[in-house]
Nanobody
Framework: QVQLVESGGGLVQAGGSLRLSCAASGGTLWSYAVGWFRQAPGMEREFVASIRWSNGNTYYEDSVKGRFTISRDNDKNTVYLQMTSLKPEDSAVYYC?????????????????????WGQGTQVTVSS
Protein backbone atom coordinates (compact mmCIF):
# COMPACT_ATOMS: atom_id res chain seq x y z
CA GLN A 1 0.00 0.00 0.00
CA VAL A 2 1.52 3.28 -1.13
CA GLN A 3 1.63 6.07 1.38
CA LEU A 4 2.52 9.69 0.78
CA VAL A 5 3.32 11.86 3.78
CA GLU A 6 3.76 15.61 3.50
CA SER A 7 5.68 17.72 5.96
CA GLY A 8 7.30 21.13 6.21
CA GLY A 9 4.30 23.41 6.33
CA GLY A 10 3.98 26.25 8.79
CA LEU A 11 3.53 29.95 9.32
CA VAL A 12 5.83 32.33 7.48
CA GLN A 13 5.87 36.03 6.71
CA ALA A 14 5.36 37.31 3.19
CA GLY A 15 8.62 37.13 1.27
CA GLY A 16 9.78 34.15 3.28
CA SER A 17 10.52 30.57 2.26
CA LEU A 18 9.42 27.07 3.13
CA ARG A 19 10.37 23.64 1.86
CA LEU A 20 7.69 21.00 1.72
CA SER A 21 8.53 17.31 1.61
CA CYS A 22 6.51 14.41 0.27
CA ALA A 23 7.90 11.08 1.44
CA ALA A 24 6.68 7.97 -0.36
CA SER A 25 6.65 4.49 1.13
CA GLY A 26 5.30 1.14 0.04
CA GLY A 27 6.42 1.37 -3.55
CA THR A 28 8.76 2.94 -6.08
CA LEU A 29 7.90 6.15 -7.88
CA TRP A 30 9.89 5.27 -11.01
CA SER A 31 6.82 4.83 -13.23
CA TYR A 32 5.00 7.80 -11.81
CA ALA A 33 4.83 11.54 -11.66
CA VAL A 34 4.28 13.36 -8.39
CA GLY A 35 2.26 16.51 -8.22
CA TRP A 36 1.76 19.20 -5.63
CA PHE A 37 -1.69 20.71 -5.30
CA ARG A 38 -3.12 23.26 -2.90
CA GLN A 39 -6.53 24.15 -1.60
CA ALA A 40 -7.46 27.34 0.17
CA PRO A 41 -10.68 27.65 2.22
CA GLY A 42 -13.71 27.93 -0.03
CA MET A 43 -11.63 27.35 -3.14
CA GLU A 44 -11.18 24.42 -5.46
CA ARG A 45 -8.01 22.40 -5.28
CA GLU A 46 -5.49 23.69 -7.80
CA PHE A 47 -2.35 22.36 -9.44
CA VAL A 48 0.95 23.81 -8.28
CA ALA A 49 3.74 21.73 -9.81
CA SER A 50 4.64 18.24 -10.91
CA ILE A 51 7.71 16.16 -11.64
CA ARG A 52 8.07 12.98 -13.64
CA TRP A 53 10.30 10.71 -11.61
CA SER A 54 11.98 8.89 -14.50
CA ASN A 55 13.27 11.90 -16.42
CA GLY A 56 12.92 14.74 -13.93
CA ASN A 57 10.70 16.84 -16.20
CA THR A 58 8.93 19.54 -14.23
CA TYR A 59 5.82 21.64 -14.77
CA TYR A 60 4.53 24.66 -12.86
CA GLU A 61 1.38 26.64 -12.50
CA ASP A 62 1.96 30.14 -13.87
CA SER A 63 1.58 31.96 -10.56
CA VAL A 64 4.43 30.01 -8.94
CA LYS A 65 6.91 29.94 -11.81
CA GLY A 66 10.20 31.46 -10.76
CA ARG A 67 9.28 31.19 -7.06
CA PHE A 68 8.70 27.48 -6.47
CA THR A 69 10.96 24.60 -7.40
CA ILE A 70 9.96 20.95 -7.40
CA SER A 71 12.66 18.32 -7.11
CA ARG A 72 13.17 14.68 -6.13
CA ASP A 73 15.61 12.61 -4.14
CA ASN A 74 15.92 9.09 -5.49
CA ASP A 75 17.63 7.71 -2.41
CA LYS A 76 14.99 9.04 -0.05
CA ASN A 77 12.01 8.43 -2.37
CA THR A 78 10.98 11.97 -1.57
CA VAL A 79 9.73 14.93 -3.59
CA TYR A 80 10.33 18.47 -2.42
CA LEU A 81 8.64 21.77 -3.10
CA GLN A 82 10.94 24.68 -2.36
CA MET A 83 8.82 27.79 -2.03
CA THR A 84 10.38 31.25 -2.00
CA SER A 85 9.05 34.82 -2.15
CA LEU A 86 5.87 33.57 -0.55
CA LYS A 87 2.72 35.66 -0.78
CA PRO A 88 -0.42 35.63 1.36
CA GLU A 89 -2.30 34.16 -1.60
CA ASP A 90 -0.05 31.08 -1.38
CA SER A 91 -1.73 30.19 1.92
CA ALA A 92 -3.47 26.83 1.59
CA VAL A 93 -3.31 23.19 2.50
CA TYR A 94 -0.71 21.64 0.22
CA TYR A 95 -1.10 18.05 -0.93
CA CYS A 96 1.18 15.75 -2.84
CA UNK A 97 -0.18 12.99 -5.03
CA UNK A 98 0.98 10.29 -7.41
CA UNK A 99 -0.10 9.61 -10.98
CA UNK A 100 1.04 6.76 -13.23
CA UNK A 101 3.01 7.90 -16.27
CA UNK A 102 0.42 6.38 -18.60
CA UNK A 103 -2.38 8.50 -17.09
CA UNK A 104 -1.16 11.86 -18.27
CA UNK A 105 1.75 13.69 -19.81
CA UNK A 106 3.15 17.15 -19.25
CA UNK A 107 0.53 19.74 -18.44
CA UNK A 108 -2.22 17.12 -18.74
CA UNK A 109 -1.13 16.22 -15.22
CA UNK A 110 -2.66 19.45 -13.91
CA UNK A 111 -5.95 17.57 -13.69
CA UNK A 112 -6.21 16.04 -10.22
CA UNK A 113 -8.46 13.27 -11.55
CA UNK A 114 -5.32 11.57 -12.90
CA UNK A 115 -3.91 11.03 -9.41
CA UNK A 116 -4.54 7.83 -7.48
CA UNK A 117 -2.80 8.27 -4.12
CA TRP A 118 -2.82 11.43 -2.02
CA GLY A 119 -1.12 12.55 1.14
CA GLN A 120 -2.96 14.04 4.09
CA GLY A 121 -1.85 17.60 3.41
CA THR A 122 0.24 20.19 5.21
CA GLN A 123 -0.89 23.71 6.06
CA VAL A 124 1.01 26.70 4.72
CA THR A 125 0.06 30.11 6.07
CA VAL A 126 1.72 33.29 4.78
CA SER A 127 1.12 36.41 6.83
CA SER A 128 1.21 39.88 5.30
Amino acid sequence: QVQLVESGGGLVQAGGSLRLSCAASGGTLWSYAVGWFRQAPGMEREFVASIRWSNGNTYYEDSVKGRFTISRDNDKNTVYLQMTSLKPEDSAVYYCARTPNYACSGYECRDDNHYDYWGQGTQVTVSS
